[in-house]
Structures are given as structure tokens and as C-alpha cells.
């Protein structure tokens, strides 16, 4: 079965730190996006991205946070400057498109565990 | 009013108990309708698509009242496997109107635990 690979799976940074998260979507998907999930709460939307930009993002994704295809296969999140509150399971996920239904089932990666000290 | 709202739990059942977890949603425009589980520590995974009709997946079923904008999944026969999260999750609607694609928003999750 396709799946979404993530790097690392886990990462320690200290506050203020620059932090790369690394995602290889399923390859002939069209979407990719970013959600988080901090401990105890629920999972939550960062950004959506297609066609090479972004396409929707939420209110978490500030000028801190950029996304990044640079190549044909990853897919990347960057944190530029990391605060505490920045730690949390930051999830990848891609998806086709159902054009005619409007739904678009997602798969998520495994997810990157960011700890920020 | 939170956008999506589900009983947190937990449920503790025993084996081959049924169970019925609920939800609602708040945009009356949202066009679809999941619910994912999550094991601890896990990434979400899709259990079923919600439809207008209802739909089933061998001991779950799922149902939809737009009207009420509520949704309900309900397990039968419950098995130690089913202990998990389950996410009641509603596709997004960009403000203009328009669709969008992949936004989705999760309930809080209802934790259910299936014992012998």
C-alpha cells in the first residue's frame, strides 16, 4: 500500500532554532499539507499546497512557517524560528482529487515529533 | 460553538459490545464528512466516508443528518483491535464559498477502550 514517509521521526531543537521537516507525499498525488497536533489536543489544518503553491493556510501558519516542494518527490515544512509552542506531531499528508465529488480523502504520514527546549 | 464537537469519553466496552459515538458540526456548507481513528502516538487513518444515505463497512456504520448537522458512526461486536481514538472529521468551506480541498477539521476525538 502507498504511503507518506517522514523525516525525522522524531526531532529535538532549542527554542529560537531553524527546523526542517522533511515529507515524501505518494506519487501520484496531487495535494500535500501539513497539520499538527500538540499532546492532548486535536489535530489541526497548517497548509495546503498544489500546483506548486499554497493553496490554503490557516491561521497557525505565520511568517514563521514556509513550505517547499524543491524537488519531485519531498516536501518540505520549515519552522524559522522555533518557540516552545511550536512542539507538537507535525503530520504530512497528500492527496488525489475527486473532482466531481468534492471529497478528497487524505493519507497521513507517520508524523515528526518536535520537541522545542 | 466549536466546529466540531464530539463526546471525548472515555467509552470502556467489553468485547462484542456496540457502541455509537456522535458528532456535530457547525458550517452548514461543509460538504464532507469522515471519521478517521488514531492509535496513541499514531497518525490519523481513515476508517470510512460519511454519506447523505448513510453507509456501512462491515460493523460500522456511519449516518449523516445534514439538517441537524450531526453525524454518527456506530460499531457492532465490538474487538480488543477497535481500542483507539476515533476522529470525527468535516471537510472545510473557504469563506467565499468555494471548496476547499483537503482542509480538514477534526473533532477532539472520542476515546474508546474495548476490554475482554
Known amino acids: 500500500e502507498p504511503e507518506v514517509t517522514q523525516t525525522p521521526s522524531h526531532q529535538v531543537t532549542q527554542m529560537g532554532q531553524e527546523v526542517i521537516l522533511r515529507c515524501v507525499p505518494i506519487?501520484?498525488?496531487?495535494?500535500f499539507y501539513w497539520y499538527r497536533q500538540i499532546l492532548g489536543q486535536k489535530v489541526e489544518f497548517l497548509v495546503s499546497?498544489?500546483?506548486?503553491?499554497?493553496?490554503?493556510k490557516s491561521e497557525i501558519f505565520d511568517d514563521q512557517f514556509s513550505v517547499e516542494r524543491p524537488d519531485g518527490s519531498n516536501f518540505t515544512l520549515k519552522i524559522r524560528s522555533t518557540k516552545l509552542e511550536d512542539s507538537a506531531m507535525y503530520f504530512c499528508?497528500?492527496?488525489?482529487?475527486?473532482?466531481?465529488?468534492?471529497?478528497?480523502?487524505?493519507?497521513f504520514g507517520a508524523g515528526s515529533r518536535l520537541t522545542v527546549l | 460553538r466549536k466546529e466540531v464537537e464530539q463526546d471525548p469519553g472515555p467509552f470502556n466496552v467489553p468485547e462484542g459490545a456496540t457502541v455509537a459515538f456522535n458528532c456535530t458540526y457547525s458550517?452548514?456548507?461543509?460538504?464532507?464528512f469522515f471519521w478517521y481513528r488514531q492509535d496513541c502516538r499514531k497518525e490519523p487513518k481513515l476508517l470510512m466516508s460519511?454519506?447523505?444515505s448513510g453507509n456501512e463497512d462491515g460493523r460500522f456504520t456511519a449516518q449523516l443528518n445534514r439538517a441537524s448537522q450531526y453525524i454518527s458512526l456506530l460499531i457492532r461486536d465490538s474487538k480488543l483491535s477497535d481500542s483507539a481514538t476515533y476522529l470525527c472529521?468535516?471537510?472545510?468551506?473557504?469563506?467565499?464559498?468555494?471548496?476547499?480541498?483537503?482542509?480538514?477539521?477534526f473533532g477532539q476525538g472520542t476515546i474508546l477502550t474495548v476490554h475482554p
Open positions: 499528508a497528500s492527496s488525489g482529487l475527486a473532482v466531481h465529488s468534492g471529497a478528497n480523502v487524505l493519507t
Open positions: 506519487s501520484n498525488h496531487l495535494y
Open positions: 499546497f498544489y500546483n506548486n503553491e499554497i493553496s490554503e
Open positions: 458550517n452548514s456548507a461543509s460538504q464532507s
Open positions: 460519511v454519506y447523505s
Open positions: 472529521v468535516v471537510n472545510g468551506q473557504k469563506d467565499a464559498g468555494g471548496t476547499s480541498y483537503g482542509k480538514l477539521t
